[in-house]
């Protein structure tokens, strides 16, 4: 996750805006490190400086800075620098992240999405646009990580879109991640440099799109990882890297994965670049996403074809000269107006959903406590912003299984918080599915004892098949569980059937008399990080049955007959710790009892002139009554409420005719079978006697 610094403050303060001082000079350096001074390719288009002051009101708020882009220009580069402003406290360490829009269209008065350039948070203080792509690759990664913050002229950004730049007013757009409420505020300034160079549009990038593929049409459990980032995020690892390694074979040293999505901050420029050969591996599947990340929680757009808007908070935009202020290029607060207001969460969800894919809350607990060590991890948001109906999964586990990560002595125990934050959830009613991920940057180069390694954790998902729609589908549904510590944990099959023919594995709802869940569990003897391994059945998240896993093919069940969710939670002791390897999505059950079955007989009444009779039954439930005897034709009615008295009629075969016109009567024993609609089978025998007319000699 990125470190991001955020806070809210009331309206009281907001309203303040108008009253704050003017603007302070700008007390801070454009950079010159990561090839920041380079003069190359840069001629024949402007210059233009900006430099301005937001005050602690500013907070967690997004400014626009608009500034023109003319005819003929091939490519732009982009610096800005910010630092505390003058009177700070040495404590004070504002944020400020930057993304560009092209030009906005006629008639607009800001800019959406829909004309979003890239966003690279406050990784770069340098960046390029261009008609061309991006650096190869091997430039890219030149010298390990050292060169994957560089800016390099002629060649687009990654986090950025390269093609064409059109004329108009373009805006960068500062995200104040974070401004101390209790601060001075902050100071920055802005350089955009356009060119005409033909170096920036001499190799004009072509798109290779992803599209939507089939890895393996069988249906199945697969594992992967629905958290792992790329180089569209610069100074991460590139696509390839993490790729080789998560879909590397566990025996060879790898992560063992059959998918992964990939992601990255505010930005789904991966789509246009995943088509590459580069990145196909046969068997395996990638999914692209985007990291959404505001300064009160992040969440993941998995595979959906709609990018959802991360500013949350209120947009403003900067007008210089407007209000009475000086055309001067010093922006002023005066200048600054409010072009959109703050929306929720939910909306943003529903864009995600609405484009095909599925929504994933992020690393919700995460320093949940220690707020200023990662702004904008936790989730924050309030239930009602949120509207978890509309939320398809949650990271229970992200990151490290363990601490420290290279040898783990004890629970990740933001996983044990997620976890708690989850069963809440579903007490309040909300079906969402169970999720684990690696939230690998540096494609398993990062070795801080709270770095991970893609595939750790991972989520094992039941698919129809192996294919973007697959995995959407079945996380949709809850088909998950999680492996914290990765897929060399055991496998945990968890299944449950009802006596009605119901049939369920986690995610599943299913309403029957009995639930019978049966667990099975397979590699715990022999599991890379031993055991002894502890099976626990959950119902609503409490544990309700343990027993331990013996040998590598470990099979468990019970029935049970209470309303409830009911999970599985697979760990073993690590010293005085508990370490939770696998942990489930519930199936929902819902306890009806069996339908009465019982009956009793009425009144037999026997017809002689026509060798038949009737029987009538008082039946307790719907369903169907059938009548059956030797010598006699099956009978059989359809109960259609409860309490109802059928009648059933007796009519004999040929057999028994000629023995009633012999006899003139037969005593026959009947059997009447009561089946009520979802329910068991009842029978009972009577014998009645069968009256005909006795033929004369």
Known sequence: MRRIRTAIIGAVALCAVAVLPAAASADCTLTSSNNGDSTAYLSGGTTQTFTGHFGPAFNGKFIQIPFDVGSGITGMKIRYCFAKATGGEADDSPTLDLGVYGARPDGATTWTQAERRGWSGSALRTIGIAANGYSPAGQYDESGSTHRKWYTPGYTTRAYKPGPITA?????????GWIDPDGAGVDWRLEVVTSTAPEWSNNAFTPQPYVPYTADADAGWYTGDLHAHGEMEPGNATMTQTADLGFK????????????TMVDHNNDNSRAVLG???????????????????????????GSTNFADFRFSDVYRWDDGSNGGSLDGVQSDNELATVRASIDPASQLQTILDGGGFTQVNHPETLKSAPSACRGCAWTYTDEQTDWSKVSALEIANGPGGFPSNAPATMNPFTVDSITLYERLLADGNHIAAVGSSDDHQGGGATGITDTVVGRGATVVHADQLSTQGIIAAVKAGHTYVKPFGADAPDVDLSATTPQGGKAIPGDSVTGSTLNVAINVKGASSAVRSGPYTLKLLQDGIEIDSVSVTGDDFSYSKPVTESGRYSFELTRP?????????????VWFTFKALPSNSFSFGAFKANRSKGTATLKVKVASPGNVKLTGPGLNNASVKVKSKNQTVTLNLKPKASLKKTLKKKG????????TNTPTGGKALSKSKTVKLLGKKSKR
Not at 249 to 260: K, M, Q, R, T, V
Not at 574 to 586: F, K, L, N, R
Not at 665 to 672: G, L, R
């Open 168 to 176: 108009g007013k373009w805006a960068v757009e500062f995200g104040a």
């Open 249 to 260: 074979p566990l025996s060879e040293g790898g992560s063992g994965l059959d998918f992964i």
């Open 276 to 302: 590459d050969s580069d990145y196909q591996y046969p068997g395996k599947l990638i999914i692209p996403g985007v990291e959404v990340t505001t300064y009160n929680g992040h969440m993941n757009a998995q």
């Open 665 to 672: 009567s037969a005593k026959v024993k009947v059997k009447v």
């Open 574 to 586: 690590q010293g005085d710790q508990t370490m939770i390897e696998a942990y489930s999505t519930p």
